[in-house]
């Protein structure tokens, strides 16, 4: 069930939400499947909806700043400066944590990870509820994230109740840094460039050892379930040649001349932010349509891309 997101449905999804319910709610990145984080009987149905492990830690999402010590029994400098800088917004810390945090949150380990979205609705919800609220991505584990109310809909039964927010500003997942005493390691790349993290954190650069475990990171993930291929402009003439009479569905940022006509096509805007914005949503659409096969624009081999190109390795399967 999609609510409209006003005052009264905001407050009876933060009441269904205290009563131990899972709720859909939007994000600046994706949508999230939400439930209280200090309850983990309501938890545990996030996990089930998800059909995911039970040791893929969850994010725990916060009004503000001012509630991180309820959840990290340590905060470094690092920390103080990257959530100064960046929240509320799409950055989350993965910090020790206090030890009344449920550990089916936590995936069992001694982190926990914390984000303050910046969606005004999201920012109203927690206000109502005034906890911190465990949420994933709002789709089936290895499927696609999704950036509208109507992607959440598609894949869950009537019964959940989704918050609608409209399409998702930012359209990928958060950047995701671990902050503990000796250093940060970036865990999960995101539209904050690692650069921008590096030069507010202020503190050492470690690689990713086995003392962190981001279990989601190995994982085959953001697929769609359309076959998907890469293309550039220089090797389209290949696939033209290949495949002019199949139902294609081409994702492209350059300009193209006229396509054969069994082909649909979306258009991304040809900037970073504009391409993380409308990715999700393109392949999605594709996924839902009549096409045999999704084809896709590689993007610049530019830094500002290297989130996208993450999330494409995993689309494609390359993990
Ligand atoms: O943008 C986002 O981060 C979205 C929105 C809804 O906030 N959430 C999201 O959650 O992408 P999810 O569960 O799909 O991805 C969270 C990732 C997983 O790969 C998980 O393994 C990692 O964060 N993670 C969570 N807690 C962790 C922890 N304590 N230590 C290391 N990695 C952790
Ligand atoms: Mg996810």
């Not at 990713?208 to 550039?232: D, E, M, V, W």
């Not at 659409?285 to 500002?304: A, G, K, V, W, Y």
Request: glycine share 6%.
């Amino acid at each position: 069930m999609i609510l409209t997101p006003n005052s009264h449905n905001l407050l009876l999804a933060a009441n269904h939400l205290k009563a131990g319910n899972v709720v859909a709610i939007p994000t600046e990145t994706v949508y999230g499947l939400a439930a209280d984080a200090m309850n983990p009987s309501a938890v545990k149905k996030i996990y089930e909806l998800k059909q995911r492990p039970s040791h893929n830690p969850l994010i725990v999402h916060l009004a503000s700043f001012g509630d991180i010590a309820t959840w990290a029994r340590k905060i470094p400098d690092s920390a103080k400066r990257l959530a100064e800088k960046f929240w509320p917004g799409p950055l989350t810390l993965v910090l020790p944590k206090q030890r009344h945090v449920p550990s089916i949150v936590t995936g069992g380990q001694d982190t926990v990870a914390l984000r303050v979205p910046s969606h005004p609705i999201t920012q109203q919800l927690l206000a109502y509820f005034g906890g911190g609220l465990a949420a994933p991505s709002a789709n089936p584990y290895t499927r696609l994230s999704p950036t509208t109310a109507h992607h959440v809909a598609s894949y869950f039964d009537e019964s959940l109740w989704i918050v609608d927010g409209g399409p998702t500003i930012v359209g990928i997942e958060s950047t995701i840094v671990a902050c503990l005493d000796n250093g940060i390691t970036i865990l999960r790349s995101g539209m904050l460039s690692a650069e921008q993290i590096i030069d507010t954190a202020q503190c050492p650069v470690l690689k990713n050892s086995t003392k962190i475990q981001s279990p989601g990171q190995a994982a085959l993930h953001y697929a769609p379930r359309k076959p998907l291929a890469l293309f550039s402009i220089s090797n389209l003439s290949n696939f033209l040649a290949q495949y002019s009479e199949k139902p294609i569905g081409l994702i492209h940022y350059s300009d193209m001349n006229p396509l054969p006509n069994r082909w649909q096509h979306l258009q991304l805007p040809p900037s970073p932010e504009g391409y993380a914005q409308r990715l999700y949503a393109a392949l999605h659409h594709f996924d839902q349509s009549s096409c045999e096969l999704i084809m896709l624009e590689l993007p610049p081999r530019e830094p500002e891309y290297e989130a996208i190109f993450d999330r494409i390795q995993r689309a494609v399967g390359k993990t």
